[in-house]
């Protein structure tokens, strides 16, 4: 429970990185999803129900600021952290190293599930690979950051 409530807080933080710090440092193609990849991070540190949860709690900040497509941004992001935490639970013990591969395919398959609900905000597949690159990128930091919250389970 704590470590859920831990995870809930680090996704919150991250919506104040992603609207503050992240625009004045990165240009908006290479911007990382901060929400998507604190959300999977949590979701592959606890379980997959977990995972959801998180991903619901960072759809509905990303749809927040981004004033709108409220059903679309928390569905997807619920899907794509449940399938990180599904994913954890199937390759028990493997390292986490694998979520610098697995990321970029969560949030592919995020904004492939939002472009479901809205085909007409396609801007083509370079932004959508810059962005997962830059998420992937920033993964080794993320996790290392979130560290604490994973002790109860052995990791890393």
């Known amino acids: 429970m ?5 995870y809930s807080l680090a996704v919150f933080v991250a919506a104040l990185v992603q609207s503050a710090v992240v625009p004045e ?3 908006h193609a290479w911007a990382p999803d901060l929400l998507l990849l604190t959300s999977c991070v949590g979701a ?9 949860a998180l991903g619901l709690w960072g759809g509905l900040l990303t749809a927040v600021l981004s004033d709108g497509y409220m059903g679309s941004f928390t569905f997807s992001r619920l899907v794509a952290a449940y399938l990180v935490g599904r994913l954890r639970e199937e390759v028990y013990g493997d390292s986490p190293v694998i979520l610098v591969a697995l990321i970029p395919l969560a949030c592919l398959s995020a904004d492939a599930v939002f472009l479901l609900f809205n085909p007409r905000h396609y801007s083509g597949y370079g932004v959508l690979l810059r962005q997962a690159a830059a998420t992937a990128i920033a993964v080794p930091l993320v996790w290392f950051l979130l560290k604490p ?6 990791l890393l």
């Open 44 to 52: 592959w540190s606890t379980t997959a129900e977990t995972g959801a």
């Open 25 to 27: 440092f990165v240009p």
């Open 149 to 154: 919250l994973t002790k109860d389970r052995g």
């Open 2 to 6: 704590k470590q859920a409530l831990g």
